[in-house]
């Protein structure tokens, strides 16, 4: 090993990319802009409120009576909005299609004191919205039931371990959004970079001189290293700072950054995302090998980087993913960052907590793995 | 120039013969399989140092597998292949060769100034001034800050050259380093070769056109990864009874084909007993 020599490899990495904005653009300002459209579209979805109406089919006074009841409870629940002057199922069901109601309660006609179920009717277009409606018209049906019964219900708060009850979806996304970009772009960018030396030629001028493979891919990671700490940096900024501009003029005053809550160590945080974007240099190395085109290169992003972002824990927990997949979860290295993020971020566990450092080993291994076969696949023979 | 190269006894040799140590390139029954294609098939090649050798064949005779070989960048399937004394591969001793692709091999997004000295960095190499005046010898040393892509064709080729020579190596493999080269600029570039050579270089340069092969000291003629023949260019002229190369050529290749070549015999059944199955 050579310090000069990967240095040299690490300095012309560096020099290749301040000459290519469009590449400089793809690594900081695209993750910026789609954290910014995701952050805008979760933030936004916080003030839904429910159009609810009741119907009462059974035309007997008893039935009357408990849509009264109904009435009365959902009217003052919040996010729920009461329409009183639906009369008819069919009317409902027209008023659904039109958007004009998100729910409705009915009392069938055959509703009595022996027959008590009654049917919540939605669109079913939106499976998942319609039933995030639903526990506020079960907390309404409660209070109506408490209230017959004389009965007062008890105030539910809550309460996490970590964090706050009121954390949003993006709270808990922006830690994995910041891993999983570094992991995209570096791959993207690495495996095109060494592609073009294979294709280009230099790569056989490379190895006609005494640098050694490890060499370059130590030249390489500490390149692409480079700027992945620069893209990092400006994310994890973008996503945990707040900057308040006030209205000019015609514009409107606007927030730039997500200002998302952490309680954790940004700077473990990085180390994370570090050894993710090292390994993922090493598989942009290695997956150059299968690949004689940049648009070969593409072709891996639904074998490699797609099953990542839907197996790592992006979106639903590993727990719950069908036990023939958990296991792939747990061999991709996304899963571990994605956990370590977390922990970090939300829970602030520090390099003292076991499972951030498990994390990270699993990490330094996967990038170790990924080194070793990128170097033992440079040296190519080509037929 | 070949007195900043680091003397041969500082590489290992324990694996090059004495008698051997003189030589610059040396290839012994050397050969090189692709699947059922004998790229290289059996060369035998003892070249003494200081002198210009001309590597001459068709397309696809194997000249570029030849020279991957010498410089251990592909792995033979049998044979051996030595330089400077030292068998290759050997990273170490590729710090004395310097290669220049057929490709240009340079990056198009870095400066001339940045191609050089990166590859110059990699040999070793940091002398500012000693770099400066490898550019100054191609004629791009006003051209430091243009990026590579903007060059020209042959601009390109010269700084291709200047990045295979900068660490002033003791043998030097060319790879058709005049295709695409305008006839002045070729007349610049062989007058280079051989004011290396008079240094005490030793080059090895491949080429499919004739009317360069004059400008060799010696000349090996390659047809199916064979040694056709080898001498300078007026013995091999006298030898097939002509005055034109491309001639001789032709002549060596049939006589080749009818009585399997005397002089490569030796090699060709020494090469076979490790292949053979």
Same mark, same amino acid.
């Given at each position: 090993m050579n310090a000069r020599r990967v240095a040299a490899v690490f300095r012309?990495?560096?020099?290749?990319?301040r000459r290519d904005p469009r590449s400089l653009a793809l690594?900081?300002? +695209?993750?910026?802009?789609i954290i910014a459209l995701l952050g805008w579209v979760l933030s936004s979805q916080q003030s839904l409120t429910a159009h609810v109406a009741v119907v009462d089919e059974t035309g007997v006074p008893a039935g009357a009576a408990v849509a009264t009841r109904l009435e009365a409870a959902l009217d003052v629940q919040p996010g729920i909005v009461l329409d009183r002057s639906v009369g008819n199922d069919s009317t409902a069901r027209q008023m659904l299609k039109d958007k004009k109601l998100d729910l409705v309660v009915v009392l069938p006609s055959n509703f009595s004191l022996q027959n008590r179920t009654i049917e919540l009717l939605t669109l079913g277009l939106n499976p998942a919205g319609e039933a995030?409606?639903?526990? +506020?018209?079960?907390q309404a049906l409660l209070t109506a039931i408490a209230d017959t019964a004389g009965a007062a219900l008890p105030t539910i708060e809550r309460a996490t371990v970590y964090g706050s009850p009121n954390a949003t979806q993006l709270d808990s996304l922006a830690p994995v959004v910041v891993g999983f970009f570094a992991y995209f772009f570096v791959f993207i960018l690495t495996g095109i970079s060494f592609l073009r030396e294979r294709i280009g030629g230099t790569l056989e001028r490379l190895l006609a001189t005494p640098v050694s493979r490890a060499e370059i891919v130590l030249g390489y990671s500490l390149g692409f290293g480079f700027f992945a700490t620069l893209q990092v940096a400006l994310v994890l900024a973008f996503v945990l700072g707040r900057l308040e501009m006030p209205a000019l003029g015609p514009i409107p005053s606007f927030a730039i950054g997500l200002g998302v809550r952490t309680v954790g160590n940004p700077l473990i945080a990085y180390l994370l995302v570090l050894v993710l974007g090292l390994g993922a240099v090493s598989l942009g190395i290695f997956l150059s090998t299968f690949a004689r085109t940049e648009l070969q290169i593409l072709q891996f992003i639904p074998i490699v980087i797609v099953p990542q972002g839907l197996l790592g824990g992006f979106f639903w927990p590993i727990e719950q993913l069908p036990a023939l997949l958990q296991p792939v979860a747990r061999i991709l290295p996304v899963t571990y960052a994605i956990d370590g993020l977390r922990q970090v971020m939300i829970a602030g566990a520090d390099l003292s907590s076991p499972q951030v450092l498990l994390d990270l080993g699993v990490l330094v291994g996967i990038a170790a793995v990924f080194m070793a076969l990128a170097a033992a696949t440079i040296r190519r023979e080509v037929a | 120039m070949s007195n900043s190269v680091p003397p041969a006894a500082v590489v290992p040799t324990a694996t090059s013969r004495p008698a051997t140590a003189a030589l610059a390139v040396e290839a012994v029954a050397l050969r090189?399989?692709?699947?059922?294609?004998?790229?290289?098939d059996g060369v035998d090649m003892a070249l003494p140092p200081g002198r210009i050798y001309g590597l001459l064949g068709p397309n696809g005779s194997g000249k570029t597998t030849l020279i991957r070989l010498l410089t251990g960048l592909a792995s033979a399937t049998s044979g051996k292949a030595r330089v400077l004394g030292v068998e290759m591969p050997s990273r170490e001793n590729l710090a004395r060769i310097g290669y220049m692709t057929q490709s240009d091999g340079i990056y198009p997004e870095l400066s001339v100034w940045e191609n050089l000295t990166f590859f110059a960095a990699l040999y070793g190499q940091t002398d500012k001034n000693d770099m400066l005046k490898s550019l100054e010898l191609v004629e791009l040393d006003e051209r430091t800050g243009t990026p590579a892509m903007q060059l020209s064709g042959g601009m390109r080729r010269r700084l291709s050259m200047a990045c295979a020579l900068a660490h002033h190596p003791a043998v030097i493999f060319l790879d058709e380093p005049t295709v695409g080269v305008d006839p002045a600029l070729r007349v610049q570039f062989w007058d280079h070769f051989h004011r290396l050579a008079a240094?005490?270089?030793?080059?090895?340069v491949s080429s499919h056109v004739m009317d360069e092969a004059d400008r060799c000291d010696e000349l090996l003629f390659i047809r199916d990864g064979h040694v056709l023949a080898q001498g300078a260019p007026d013995d091999l002229r006298a030898r097939a009874g002509t005055d034109n190369l491309e001639t001789a050529f032709l002549r060596f290749a049939t006589e080749v084909v009818a009585s399997a070549s005397a002089g490569s015999e030796d090699a060709r059944t020494a090469g076979s007993k490790e292949t053979d199955r």
């Open positions: 012309r990495i560096v020099a290749q990319f690594l900081f300002i +695209a993750p910026l802009a995030s409606v639903i526990p +506020a018209v079960q | 090189k399989d692709f699947g059922p294609i004998h790229a290289v240094d005490g270089a030793t080059l090895v």
